[in-house]
């Protein structure tokens, strides 16, 4: 549908409070407006008769109202929430960040340890990329950073998704922390916290992504590196159980978010760099598959070609024979 006139695109979240945190009643979602729509809202939200579960207190009801407008940008990984309203979203789904992110580590490393497990086919490939020439290697190693990203959005980034803007904020966060990694790796700047990230597989110069080694090795790793531990979930975290006890929740609180959002940085860049090397992998794949074709191609020429060369011999031989026959005939005439 082509949409004529303004339009808005929001994330927006109704929540009704509880005595109990825990028990907290909200809906969220991520929605296009204009000048059109009539839909604005929930047709349901949630039971009169449930208000008096706690949701009601000296007769009032607290109900909450958050709105981001979100101005994307569909060529890149962009950050659109403040820093409030993430955090709250951030509570509520990190799970679900986790589950999209293992869904897709998963379906990247499968694919590789088909590959690696094919010996021949296997075998194959790595005879081919150790064929080819150094530079041509280092040209096949390597993508411009808007051509891949563009592709990264396209792939993440669903309207109709509310997690899709904290997985933008996610990629975001993550491609920071990997251009302030490859730019500490050149000595341009110090980060403390580079020291506590592993090796990456993608270095990102100016506005390229580089492989950071060896295409086979960086395969078999990625194939092979097991899956980071799940954080802690919020019941089983000792500190936030225990934040009333000492009264020191709002500090708790800060560790506890610093910890998620650093997290979420680190499911990003993760991502990222296991997009990035599938991507260039794909386009070395293709030379790799077309190499093969030419490679069968030339053996069944050569195939033919020497069918018809001993067939021409046969030939040859079978015409001397029937000279000889012939000869023969005569003198008995």
Known sequence: MKISGWSHFAQFTIAVGNMDPKKIKYSDTLHRFWKKEHDWGWKKFMELSKIQDGFLVDDVLEIIAQ??????????PFRCLDRPYRRELLRVYTTNIEQIYRRFIEERRNKLTKLIEDKIRWSSFRAFWSAIDPRTRHRMSREKTDIILKVLVKHFFVEKE????????????????????????????????????????????????VLAGDVITLLERAALEPLPCQPVSPKDDKCSQSRMKDGSSGEVNKISMEREERRLTELGRKILETFVLSHIFSGIEVAYQEAVALKRQEELIREEEAAGLENETKGKRGGGANEKDKRAKKKQV
Do not use: C, H, W
């Not at 709105?67 to 890149?76: G, H, L």
């Not at 899709?164 to 980060?191: C, F, H, N, P």
């Not at 506590?196 to 990102?204: D, G, I, K, Q, S």
């Open 162 to 209: 509310v997690t899709s803007t904290l997985v933008m904020d996610s990629l975001y966060t993550g491609l920071k922390a990997l251009e302030y990694q490859s730019m500490g790796k050149k000595g341009r700047t110090k980060i403390a916290e580079l020291d506590e990230l592993p090796a990456p597989m993608v270095n990102v110069d100016m506005d390229i992504f």
């Open 67 to 76: 709105v981001q407008v979100i101005r994307e940008k569909v060529d890149r």
